[in-house]
């Protein structure tokens, strides 16, 4: 029996799309043999009933067909637009682009423990059993079972040129994405959270080199005179662009994280896979608001320090044949550190250490490059996209339009290729910067040893770090620009949160302000689901 497929969209911009053997809906933009393609045009590419191949589109976008005999799904190589699915009791197949609990909904355990540890769900599982969401780069088959597989591996043969002929063409890929999104965001209210580094200010630099400087605002926050928010000025001032500052202080968090509006938000920015971004979230609400801003496009610098190497330690850079083991831990012990727990996380019968260890035995010959394109890639897949690129949720919730042209599909398939000696520590892409712009970038130093910290403190560093960390964590409440530990009216309130128990286990430690964000929000979501 033939199992339908029924649709639960939120996004006003899932617009229907029909065509030979298919009907559906597409949101979004690609850009296909030079075309421009969106749902007003889908199917005048795609009209011979064949299946599309996403392989060869670059852009945004998210897309349900329901075919004869299937439905497919596709999410595009950065899963910007999110997509889930399961069974209901009828057995018929039901789409959404958002997942909130509800009370028939039970808890998956392994999802909720590295939501808590990581700040996102990864795989294809989310934090409600039996609910699924699409990955990055992924098509996804329902039929009488569901059947997956991506379309694109950032794991790849590297390229040997000289650093100027690489930072030459990388000049080349940004004028070029530039170039595109001037011609389709023409007329468009540009909005750019303009921090103190390096990627909003490529956006910046090559917006204003567009003559676009009337078309955008920019924006920033944080205590007063934080370091952030001066060079965002000078910045913004240096370019002639229009800059608006919203000071933070604890006060605004409290009355914001207890309020109804936040509770809303996060159960609208996370859908069971990520925590809800908090960072710009006030100031974005402002903004909107001062600005009367009407579908505005906002346009945060994610991540081209990631694609640039920014992730990369040193101990993963060395010329040497890596283990299976070291690998994973290079892994697991960066992306699963929201909060340290008794006895840790790195033991061969944890479901975390042994789903990452599947992943990476899917590799052999496991030198520098490979080990570290490895690396990038599940980080790609998991913590940038449910994590740093789900944060544009936060413009949506408040009815506002986004674009990330740092994640450009050319950018992606570029850094692919490049070797790791030019990728640690971002040093091509910070030469390019200079090279581009420099009265707005210093020339990079060639990063090497030095570099590291654990190379510096050898057996000292793992003992050094401990200390330190214990340190700031008592401090931080009083130190962060951010100010965001005012969700803890008082400091004995924040110091009682440091540990808690769950389980039997013993959580301590927390690393961030997303440490605390996932904890409270998982327990928000089981008051829901009981």
Request: with cysteine; proline share 4%.
């Amino acid at each position: 029996m033939e199992k339908k497929c029924i649709t639960n969209l939120r996004h006003k911009e899932f617009y229907p799309i029909k065509g030979v053997g298919y009907e559906g809906f597409f949101r979004g933009y690609f850009y296909y043999k030079n075309q421009y393609v969106t749902h007003e045009n889908f199917a005048n590419l795609y009209n011979d009933g064949a299946t599309p191949d996403p392989t060869v589109w670059n852009g945004e976008f998210a897309l349900i067909l329901q075919m004869s005999n299937e439905i497919v799904l596709v999410t595009d190589k950065k899963r910007s637009i999110p997509l889930f699915y399961t069974l209901n009791e009828s057995n018929d197949w039901i789409v959404q682009d958002h997942l909130e609990p509800n009370s028939t909904m039970s808890f998956h355990k392994v999802a909720e423990e590295e939501l808590l540890l990581a700040g996102f769900v990864a795989g294809e599982k989310t934090l409600f059993q039996n609910w699924y969401q699409l990955e990055v780069a992924s098509i996804v088959h329902l039929k009488e079972r569901a059947s997956k597989h991506s379309y694109y591996s950032y794991v790849t043969e590297k390229e040997n040129d000289s650093v100027d002929a690489f930072a030459e063409e990388l000049a080349h890929i940004l004028n070029e994405v530039f170039d595109d999104l001037v011609v389709r965001l023409a007329g468009r209210k540009i909005v750019l959270p303009l921090s103190g580094g390096y990627d909003s200010r490529i956006i910046a630099l090559l917006l204003k080199d567009r003559g676009l400087s009337d078309s955008i605002v920019t924006f920033t926050y944080g205590r007063p005179g934080n370091g952030e928010a001066t060079v965002s000025k000078e910045i913004a001032d240096r370019l002639g662009l229009k800059w608006k500052y919203f000071a933070y202080d604890k006060a605004m968090w409290e009355e914001l994280y207890k309020s109804k509006l936040w509770k809303d938000y996060v159960l609208y920015a996370s859908n069971g896979a990520s925590a809800a971004h908090l960072q710009d979230f006030p100031s974005t609400k402002l903004l909107v608001e001062e600005e009367s801003l009407q579908n505005a496009v906002f346009m945060p610098g994610h991540s081209l320090d990631f694609l640039g190497g920014s992730h990369l330690p040193y101990e993963a850079i060395l010329d040497k044949e890596f283990t299976t083991k070291e690998v994973v831990d290079f892994i697991v012990l960066k992306h699963f550190r929201l909060w340290q727990k008794t006895g840790g996380i790195s033991f061969t019968n944890s479901d975390i250490y042994n789903s990452v260890t599947k992943y990476v035995s899917d590799y052999t010959n496991l030198t520098n490059e490979r080990v570290t394109s490895i690396m990038d890639e599940w980080n790609w897949k998991e913590r940038q996209a449910k994590f740093i690129i789900n944060s544009v949720r936060v413009y949506e919730y408040f009815d506002q339009d986004w674009s990330m042209p740092l994640w450009d599909d050319r950018l992606i398939h570029f850094f692919s290729k490049i070797p790791v000696d030019l990728k640690y520590k971002k040093y091509l892409y910070d030469y390019t910067l200079h090279k581009m712009y420099p009265d707005f970038y210093p020339y990079p130093q060639k990063p090497g040893p030095e570099n590291s910290l654990r190379n510096k403190y050898g057996l000292l560093y793992p003992l050094l770090r401990k200390i330190y960390r214990k340190k700031n964590l008592y401090r931080k409440y009083f130190d962060e620009p951010m100010e965001w530990f005012g969700i803890y009216p008082t400091y004995k309130q924040y110091v009682d949160s440091l540990t808690f128990k769950k389980d039997g286990q013993k959580y301590s430690n927390p690393y961030n302000i997303n440490s605390f964000i996932v904890k409270d929000m998982i327990e928000m979501m089981k008051e829901i689901t009981k």
